[in-house]
């Protein structure tokens, strides 16, 4: 079984900063992918920014970007020039697969971030 | 991505009762998802749910407990049996966009089991 760990409950930052949410999985598996997700007070899931775990190149999107150190197992994200509409609950979460088919996601306990004005 | 719907939105139950939750998506998918999020808590799998085979269930998830029908590629339910109090959570469905792994939520079920 794979555990997923988030060791801050809480962060504030000021708009426009740069702020680094932290997550850091334990798993035997090789086949694997890691997701960012973003759930806002209305509750929706949102999905942020994946990561396929035989690539060594870091994901991006827009200001969105992961460092991914495989070996250390740690899978963090960056928000860039953050804004009043990144608040929301982020959620680290993994996915084993094979030529099966995918498991469901195993989520961390989340990071609640704030963006202050 | 797929839109995804549930219904209901929201809904408070009396304790022995049961709840039928409906996931409906615009597209055909092979993979969808059920999960739960107990209040200020993080999310759980309950089942996965592949048309035209029994839902997988999680450990401490049983099918007595949480019944789930795939009838076809586009439709889900997930029922909540003699709900109690401790069934209070939020229940929320995925889809898996074909040949991407990548998951899409639905809006949730928040529930209330009074």
């Known amino acids: 079984a794979q555990t997923v760990t988030q060791s801050q409950p809480e962060m504030s930052v000021q708009e426009a900063e740069t702020v680094t949410l932290s997550c850091t999985y334990d798993?035997?598996?090789?086949?694997?992918?890691l997701f960012w997700y973003k759930q806002p007070p209305s509750r929706q899931m949102i999905l942020v920014i994946r990561?396929?775990?035989?690539?060594?190149q870091n994901a991006t999107e827009n200001r969105f970007s992961v460092n991914f150190q495989k070996a250390a197992k740690s899978f963090s994200l960056k928000i860039s020039d953050s804004q009043l509409g990144d608040t929301a609950m982020y959620f680290c979460?993994?996915?084993?697969?094979?030529?099966?088919?995918?498991?469901?996601?195993?989520f961390g306990k989340g990071t609640h971030l704030i963006i202050q004005p | 991505s797929a839109v995804i719907s549930q219904k209901p939105s929201r809904d408070i139950c009396q304790r022995g009762t049961s709840l039928t939750i409906q996931c409906q998506v615009d597209?055909?998918?092979?993979?969808m998802f059920w999960y739960r999020q107990q209040p200020g808590q993080s999310l759980t799998l309950i089942a996965t749910?592949?048309?035209?085979?029994?839902?997988?269930?999680e450990s401490g998830f049983v099918i007595d407990k949480f019944p789930i029908s795939r009838p076809n590629l586009t439709f889900s339910t997930l029922t909540v049996s003699n709900m109690s109090p401790e069934d209070s959570s939020i229940y929320l469905c995925?889809?898996?966009?074909?040949?991407?792994?990548?998951?899409?939520f639905g809006p949730g079920t928040r529930l209330t089991v009074t």
């Open positions: 995925s889809v898996e966009r074909p040949n991407s792994y990548e998951q899409y």
């Open positions: 798993t035997s598996e090789n086949n694997y992918y």
């Open positions: 990561q396929e775990a035989y690539k060594q």
């Open positions: 979460a993994f996915l084993r697969y094979s030529g099966g088919g995918a498991d469901g996601l195993t």
């Open positions: 597209s055909q998918v092979t993979m």
């Open positions: 749910a592949n048309q035209g085979s029994e839902a997988t269930y």
